[in-house]
T-cell receptor, first 115, second 114 residues
């Protein structure tokens, strides 16, 4: 079945460091890909998404490119801030049959940014 | 104005009890979902409703029953609660059930079964 694998955390960085969180997927057809962020004690918020191959999603300095050839959707940010400390989830949404719209999540990566 | 709201935020109860969690969205969306987040933060879909029709029912025990009185509400009833039901339950909604649609999540309900 469809699945998402993302790098294990926790990840600890200093402020202004470069961030990469790896995400790869296995899916039938052409899923949509998402990054969601969960701040402590809160629900999930969409960070960015891409709905077809080679699309780049971007928001708040974060970017991710939908790479079908490598089945990847890695999250990057050039300079992290303390306020970016959160848990980041990579997810896919299948585009076929009864599973359409069913978000399948990776296990989450906890990011801590130190001043 | 909160887009997706859930009540209660915290729920502590004894094993064997029956409880409900309510969810409401004011976004005018057609599709609503329930997700379970376990103690390791892993998220898994439980149910999905599209225009009040159940369209996904993952392998969830039949002690869990979703009820949708109208398009804006999706409640979750849990019978005979077990220790393993302790988790955070998130409600979400999207415009349609298309794979490209963004899902908007509520703040979560932390259920603790003693």
């Amino acid at each position: 079945g469809d699945s998402v694998t993302q790098m294990e955390g926790p990840v600890t960085l200093s402020e202004e460091a470069f961030l990469t969180i790896n995400c790869t997927y296995t899916a039938t057809g052409y899923p949509s890909l998402f990054w969601y962020v969960q701040y402590p004690g809160e629900g999930l918020q969409l960070l960015l998404k891409a709905t077809k191959a080679d699309d780049k999603g971007s928001n708040k300095g974060f970017e991710a490119t939908y790479r079908k050839e490598t089945t990847s959707f890695h999250l990057e940010k050039g300079s992290v801030q303390v306020s970016d400390s959160a848990v980041y989830f990579c997810a896919l949404s299948p585009n076929y049959g009864g599973s359409q719209g069913n978000l399948i999540f990776g296990k989450g990566t906890k990011l801590s940014v130190k001043p | 104005d909160t887009a997706v709201s859930q009540t209660p935020k915290y729920l502590v109860t004894q094993m064997g009890n029956d409880k409900s969690i309510k969810c409401e969205q004011n976004l005018g969306h057609d599709t609503m979902y329930w997700y379970k987040q376990d103690s390791k933060k892993f998220l898994k879909i439980m149910f999905s409703y599209n225009n009040k029709e159940l369209i996904i029912n993952e392998t969830v025990p039949n002690r869990f029953s979703p009820k949708s009185p109208d398009k804006a509400h999706l409640n979750l009833h849990i019978n005979s609660l077990e220790l393993g039901d302790s988790a955070v339950y998130f409600c979400a909604s999207s415009q349609t059930s298309r794979s490209t649609d963004t899902q908007y999540f509520g703040p979560g309900t932390r259920l603790t079964v003693l």
